[in-house]
């Protein structure tokens, strides 16, 4: 099968430090060299080199974590889909976690530009001892009349296999022609994002100094969360603008390290 951008890379523990053991890709998708905002935490960027998705583009990403690895990743840049003309663009990644691994992966946003089509699902199969924590945000683009919601469609699709069952599917549908201002869709906001904390660590004692904290977001957005059937927390956020949800997804995110890793929060962002 072909390809536009395949990557592909493992993470392992070596005393007591997370080290990328192998790593390969090929078209239009790299990878940097991992840089140690955490002594023993890489954090990886993963590289679009062609400035942004177009017509029938096709990408594949794969990440395993063995037993034990603490890995960091996020993007460059956000993911800009352009006008689809025949084919709409797909981007599939997929995690495996192992024992006791840790995943925190906050890509930058999807931007979506007039007469787009995306598809794109990410699959994580993990263990009981693992954590993922995943951040997507879903943002309309610049067209030329001025109008948002200019893209044709959106699905967005998240599976989590549990100890080898099925034990979370989250599918996001957003369709233009439908209108998306009113109830049941956007509710007048513009901007979408996602967060997915899966952890052994989310703890009802933790869920409820997270329903504290949440008292302190910015009045500015619609905010909802729920608890998946497994260890976890879902976060939905409905905001006027990109930053807005950033910021929210950057206070949950040092909570949940300082509260389960006892960890200092890092900044992701490139600017």
């Not at 460059?76 to 691994?101: E, F």
Request: aromatic share 14%; proline share 4%.
């Amino acid at each position: 099968m072909s390809w536009s951008g395949l990557l592909q890379c493992t993470a392992v523990e070596k005393n007591g430090r997370t080290v990328i053991s192998d790593c390969y890709y090929e078209g239009a998708l790299k990878l940097t060299r991992p840089v140690y905002l955490h002594p023993s935490q890489p954090t990886i960027y993963l590289i679009h080199v062609g400035g942004g998705y177009v017509d029938g583009d096709r990408y594949k990403t794969e990440i395993m974590l063995q037993e034990g690895a603490h890995l960091i990743a996020t993007t460059q840049s956000a993911t800009k889909i352009y006008k689809t003309v025949k084919v709409p663009v797909q981007q599939y990644t997929s995690a495996y976690l192992d024992d006791q691994s840790v995943l925190e992966f906050f890509p930058d946003p999807v931007i979506a530009y007039e007469k787009a089509q995306f598809y794109q699902e990410m699959t994580v199969y993990m263990k009981e001892s693992s954590t993922f924590i995943y951040g997507d945000i879903i943002t309309p683009g610049w067209s030329e009349s001025g109008e948002l919601f200019r893209y044709d469609w959106i699905r967005s699709k998240l599976k989590i296999y549990y100890e080898d069952n099925l034990k979370l599917f989250d599918h996001l549908y957003l369709e233009t022609s439908t209108g998306m201002t009113g109830i049941f869709q956007m509710e007048g906001y513009t901007h979408f994002g996602s967060l997915f904390v899966i952890s052994p660590f989310m703890t009802q004692d933790l869920l409820q100094k997270f329903e504290s904290m949440a008292a302190r977001f910015p009045a500015s957005v619609h905010l909802g969360w729920s608890i998946p059937m497994i260890p976890g927390l879902v976060i939905r956020v409905l905001a006027h603008e990109t930053h807005a949800i950033e910021t929210i997804f950057q206070m949950i995110h040092q909570f949940i390290r300082e509260e389960c890793f006892q960890e200092e929060p890092i900044f992701l962002r490139k600017y």
